[in-house]
């Protein structure tokens, strides 16, 4: 059984960028994310409310967390679940055929559908600019389904030899794209900001019935598939 402590401790993992950095582990939480992800990752523990939810997870120490104790653990509105404890090491960034750049991302959920998405459509990178959520972060975790795990992550990057791809409601439509590619999406609210702009083709998604816009990680979704 898990103690107070021990509980203490993850809740503070999940919650604490600072902490997740200081100790190269992460909490992860679901059954699709202990079953089908674990057997891929070094885990350090495997934690749930009850025997049943333990079968069929990977080889690893398994616990259980007293259900009253739950929602601290795991952050979710429930009282029942599964969660394990990973060493992580991010992977590392190379020059990838094709990059997702996210420039001011903040909802971590949106960040999350967008890196899922990246991966499904085979984008080995992802560029984190200033003012993004942490894509490592408990809600970009849950959205991406674990997936942000496995994608190279950097702050910055050398676009020389890519074509810049800019998601802009102003922008024209897409042409065929030849060679390493970049797709900028941009902040919620303000959009891309314009030094990131200069030398990239504005691509627009047309919308009709006086639809001026969609959610970030819709049109991601729209444009990376179309990509």
Known sequence: MLTSREIAR???????KKERAKSGHLAIFG??????????????????????LLEGAPKAPHHLCPKDRWRQLSGLETERGIGMEVRFTPPAMGRPERLVVCDGISDP????????TARAFGYEGLICLEETADPFGDKALRASKGQALFMPVAKSFDFTGYTKIAADSRGGPLEKCIGPLACILGNEGRGIRPELLEGAKKVGITMQNGVESLNVAVAAAILLHAL
């Open 31 to 52: 059954i699709d994310e202990v079953r089908e992800l674990g057997p891929r990752l070094d885990i350090v523990q495997i934690f749930a409310t009850d025997k049943a």
């Open 10 to 16: 993850l809740a503070q993992l999940r919650r604490s």
């Open 109 to 116: 959920g949106n960040l999350g559908t967008i890196i899922r």
